[in-house]
């Protein structure tokens, strides 16, 4: 059986909400989108980029899809993310769309946790990116095994948050390192 990886950039405090754009998601009112730029760093590159190339399936919510549908299509070649991302199966989980047009991208509907447990039998790892409202989806129902956290030191308040307030799971350190702009970047594995 196949792992579920979720990839997110998270302040000290807990946002995950608008990490790369200003105008990214701005729900709620939030106006402190783009909070990861000040931080750029090699290793956070490297290990962003790894988090792409090591899966090979990408699971997303709606906003997410939109984002990456919108850039990754015809983004730089050069970037050796590019032709993996648009390349690899993606699933979509959305109660809103009708359709999904980027390069082998599924639609999922209905129960998305009954479906997940048939993509880790066919997928060895399977990625998340943002989609935070997904994620709260899959977290009672056990189906990520693995977080990995590129935590910034930057304390924003109001904003979406990785885990809420009912939240609760053991999980163990698995990888730590630190950026040199303080960015620490740690994997976990649920256990």
Wanted: without cysteine; charged residues 20%; hydrophobic residues 35%.
């Amino acid at each position: 059986m196949g792992k579920i990886v979720v990839t997110a950039f998270v302040t000290l405090d807990g946002v995950t909400q608008a990490p790369g754009l200003p105008d990214e998601d701005r729900d709620g009112g939030f106006k402190s989108g783009g909070w990861t730029q000040p931080y750029a760093d090699p290793m956070v590159d490297q290990r962003t980029i790894k988090s792409v190339l090591d899966a090979d399936a990408l699971l997303i919510g709606r906003r997410t899809y939109e984002l990456f549908a919108s850039y990754w299509p015809s983004a730089d070649s050069a970037d050796s993310r590019t032709a993996h991302l648009n390349s690899q199966p993606k699933y979509v989980a959305s109660r809103t769309l009708q359709t999904v047009g980027w390069n082998n991208a599924t639609l999922l509907r209905g129960d998305v946790t009954e479906q997940l447990i048939q993509l880790k039998q066919r997928h060895d790892h399977i990625s998340i990116w943002g989609s935070s409202q997904l994620i709260t989806t899959l977290l009672p129902a056990g189906l990520i095994d693995e977080f990995v956290l590129l935590t910034y030191p930057i304390v924003i308040g109001g904003g979406k948050r990785l885990f809420d307030a009912d939240t609760s799971m053991d999980l163990e350190l698995t990888h730590t390192t630190t950026a040199s702009t303080g960015v620490v970047i740690s994997t976990y594995r649920r256990t």
